[in-house]
Nanobody, 126 residues
C-alpha cells in the first residue's frame, strides 16, 4: 500500500519561506514521477510543480515559477517543495502525488497521479 506523508506546512508572513517534504513508502520511488498540487479554500485543486523519476526534469505552474523549486532525494524516498517569496495567494492545503506508471514523465494533469497524500496546510499572512 502506498503512503505519502507531507510535512513542513505552517503559518508564515508574506515574503517568507517554507520547505515542504513528502515521504513515500509502498512504491518504487526511484522510478516514480512526483508532483505537488494545492487547494485553496473554495477553489479547485491546482497543479503546482512536478518532477520526473530521476529528478532531471521538472515543471511548474506559472504562478509559482521563480519562487518554488521541486526536488527529490531517491535515497530518502522524499520529494521536496522549497517555497520562497510567499504571498497570501499561496495559502492552501498542499498535496503530494505519485504517478502510477514507472518512468513516466512529470505531468501537470491531476488524472496522471494515482496516489495522494493527506495534505499539509500552508498559510501566508499579509
Amino acid at each position: 500500500q502506498v503512503h505519502l506523508v507531507e510535512s513542513g506546512g505552517g503559518l508564515v508572513q508574506t515574503g517568507g519561506s517554507l520547505r515542504l517534504s513528502c515521504a513515500a513508502s509502498g512504491l518504487t520511488f526511484s522510478s516514480t514521477a512526483m508532483a505537488w498540487f494545492r487547494q485553496a479554500p473554495g477553489k479547485d485543486r491546482e497543479f503546482v510543480a512536478a518532477i520526473n523519476w530521476s529528478g532531471d526534469s521538472s515543471a511548474y505552474a506559472d504562478s509559482v515559477k521563480g519562487r518554488f523549486t521541486i526536488s527529490r532525494d531517491n535515497a530518502k524516498r522524499t520529494v521536496y517543495l522549497q517555497m520562497i517569496s510567499l504571498i497570501p495567494e499561496d495559502t492552501a492545503v498542499y498535496y503530494c502525488a505519485a504517478r502510477s506508471s514507472a518512468y513516466a514523465m512529470a505531468s501537470h494533469y491531476q488524472s496522471a497521479y494515482y496516489d495522494w497524500g493527506q495534505g499539509t496546510q500552508v498559510t501566508v499572512s499579509s
